[in-house]
C-alpha cells in the first residue's frame, strides 16, 4: 500500500511543479497581450497587478511540493501510526505527516541505518537552505496565515493608521503590526527560480532513494513482472511496520 500511495503522490508532486512553473512564467512575463489591460487608463500597474497574482500562485504551489515530498516518504515507508483499511484510516494518517514527525522517526534509526541518516540529512538540507526557507516562512506563511503580501508599485497604504496606548503610556498596540510584507516582484521571482532548481534536484534525489526499479521482478529478458512485487526488503531501504 506504502509504495502504492507514493507513486501516486508523485504523480500529483509532478503536476503541482507544473503549476507552479507555468504561475512563475506568467510571473516573470513583463507584457501582455490582452483585452484585460487598458494601456491608456493605468496599463503599468494593471500588468504589474496581473504578474503579482501570478507570482502568489506560484508562491503557494512552490510551498506545497514541499508538503507533498514529506507524504511521499511518510507513505513509502510507512511511518504513518494507524493501519490503512479505510479512506477514513488514510485520511486520519494523512493528518500526522509533517516534517517534525519524519525527522524524529528518522532520528531515532540513523545511528543503525546509514540510508534513513543519508535521507534526514537531504531532507533538512532542503527544508532548511535560505531560499526554501524563506519561501516557506516570509512568503508562503504570510499568504496564508498572517497577511498578504504586497508588491512595490501596488502598494495598498492606509489614510491613517492608529495606536492604542495603556495606562502607563507603552504601546499596547499598533496599526502598523497589520502591514503585509512588501516584496519586490522581479527578486522574488529570482528566489523563486532557485527555488524550483533545488526542487528538481530534491525530488529527483527521492525518487533515486526509493528504488522504484527494485521494486517488481524482472522476466528472463528484464521486463518488470507488474503483478509480482518482490519482498520489502528487497527495495525498501527501512520500514516503520508498528501500526495501531
Known sequence: IGYGIAIDKFRELYSLIAS???SLINAFQKFYDSNIINWNSGGY?????MRYNHLK????WYNSCED??????????EMNPYHINSKQSYLRNLKKCNFDRIDKLLSEIEESNSYAKDLR???RDYRYDPDVEELREELANNLKHRANIQANGLEDLR???YVIKSRDGSEAFNSQWLQPKLIDLDVTIE??????????KHCRYIMDFMSFDELFEVDSEGNAILNNIRSKSDYKKFNF????
Not at 45 to 49: D, E, F, G, I, T
Not at 68 to 77: D, N, R, S, V
Not at 241 to 244: I, T
Open 20 to 22: 507552479a512553473r507555468l
Open 45 to 49: 500597474r494593471a500588468q504589474l497587478w
Open 57 to 60: 500562485n506560484s508562491i503557494i
Open 68 to 77: 507533498y515530498t514529506y507524504q511521499i516518504l511518510w507513505f513509502a515507508f
Open 121 to 123: 540529512k537531504n531532507i
Open 159 to 161: 489614510m491613517m493608521g
Open 191 to 200: 528566489l523563486l527560480k532557485r527555488v524550483h532548481l533545488k526542487l528538481i
Open 241 to 244: 511496520s508498528d501500526k495501531v
